[in-house]
């Protein structure tokens, strides 16, 4: 069993940058792919990016490529998402998700795939 807690969501300008954290509980933390989520109002929760368990490699929706940077640190049990030059169509509430992984080269860009989810965190961004 993981739980997740996301922080860090907020209100800012368009251009600006915010520092998503997602702190996770229990000792296997480093035994799960992380993948980050987003739900705009209207709309279905779709892939922003994601990283192996090692953190080894990282993969991003394109919309975001560039701009956003996923990273773990397994002595913390927690993974970020640091988003740069931040856009309106960004504004969503952004979600953390775990999923179990059994080789290091594993992620997933499925929502599907991911067994344990938190409660999300809302990110604003203002024209």
């Known amino acids: 069993q993981v739980q997740l807690v996301e922080s860090g969501g907020g209100l800012v300008k368009a251009g600006g940058s915010l520092r998503l954290s997602c702190a996770a509980s229990?000792?296997?933390?480093?035994?799960?792919?992380m993948g980050w989520f987003r739900q705009a109002p209207g709309k279905e929760r779709e892939f922003v990016a994601a990283?192996?368990?090692?953190?080894?490699?990282?993969y991003y929706a394109d919309s975001v490529k560039g701009r956003f940077t996923i990273s773990r640190d397994n002595a913390k049990n927690t993974v970020y998402l640091q988003m740069n030059s931040l856009r309106p169509e960004d504004t969503a509430v952004y979600y953390c998700?775990?999923?179990?992984?059994?080789?290091?080269?594993?992620?997933?860009?499925?929502?599907?795939?991911?067994?344990?989810w938190g409660q999300g965190t809302q990110v604003t961004v203002s024209s």
């Open positions: 990283v192996t368990r090692s953190g080894g490699n990282t």
């Open positions: 998700a775990a999923d179990r992984s059994y080789r290091d080269s594993y992620y997933s860009t499925s929502r599907s795939s991911y067994s344990y």
């Open positions: 229990g000792r296997t933390f480093s035994s799960y792919a």
